[in-house]
């Protein structure tokens, strides 16, 4: 059993664990009293971003163990605002990756106004309604974890709670999921079975996605030039994570990335 796999079984059962405490009549409530306030877009961010950079808080991932054990959602997230990130990508998922839905309430509530993408093993309707609750602008579906119906009843629901969509890819048989018209298409460069990462994966299947998608590549990214490649390649969002968070200072680690990517389109 791969780690997605063993990610997935425990979800199901964490899920259900939710449901007991909060009920899906009384989370449902909960979400509707909100439903005057929209979340910004995080496609139209990344569109008109200079820098496309989705910063993301991971404190742990299940390859690496802890990234930053002591990292805080009131002030990582809003770092990376103030140094220019287009959008965030907060974890989660607690088990595996350390992360927790109150992160996205707390990086809100510290000031952050940029989109957020929820992101977790998103395998059943609750969460979305988690996700919704907490703040997030947008979701992210990953072709591995379902099936096409799936994948389609989870995006039309989500799009239904005002949520935006970022669908991961990681195969070529994967991008048949594209079909489904998601707000966002992610090329994961790290297979999530065996975590070896390769950008070049960005570049193989991106030829094969349709030429309008508004695209994503996730992972392995830790050199400014491969952000100017991956634009040539048509590419709007880059998802960084560990090359920031694994460093003194996150937000300003990503400032001098930009300024980086900036001096390269500068020569």
Known sequence: ????????????????????????????????????????????????????????????????????????????????????????????????????????RKARYAGVKIPILYKNFVIDEYQLFQAR??????????????TKQECRMLMSSAHELGLEVLLEMHSEPELEYAASEPDMCGINNRNLGSFITDVQNSYRLAELLPKEAVKVSESGISNPQTICDLRQAGFHGFLIGETFMKTPDPGLALKDFILEISKKNDH
């Open 133 to 146: 609750l907490c703040g997030a602008s947008a979701v992210l579906l990953i072709a591995a974890c379902l």
């Open 1 to 104: 059993m791969d780690i997605l796999q063993e990610i997935v079984a425990h979800k199901r059962i964490e899920v259900e664990l939710f449901k007991q405490q909060l009920s899906e009549r009384d989370i449902h409530h909960s979400v509707e009293s909100i439903t005057d306030f929209y979340p910004p877009s995080m496609k139209e961010a990344l569109t008109t971003s200079a820098s496309g950079i989705i910063a993301e808080f991971k404190r742990r991932s299940p390859s690496k163990g802890w990234i930053k054990e002591e990292g805080q959602a009131e002030i990582i997230p809003l770092a990376y605002q103030q140094q220019g990130a287009a959008a965030l990508s907060i974890l989660t998922d607690e088990k595996y990756f350390g992360g927790h839905d109150d992160f996205i």
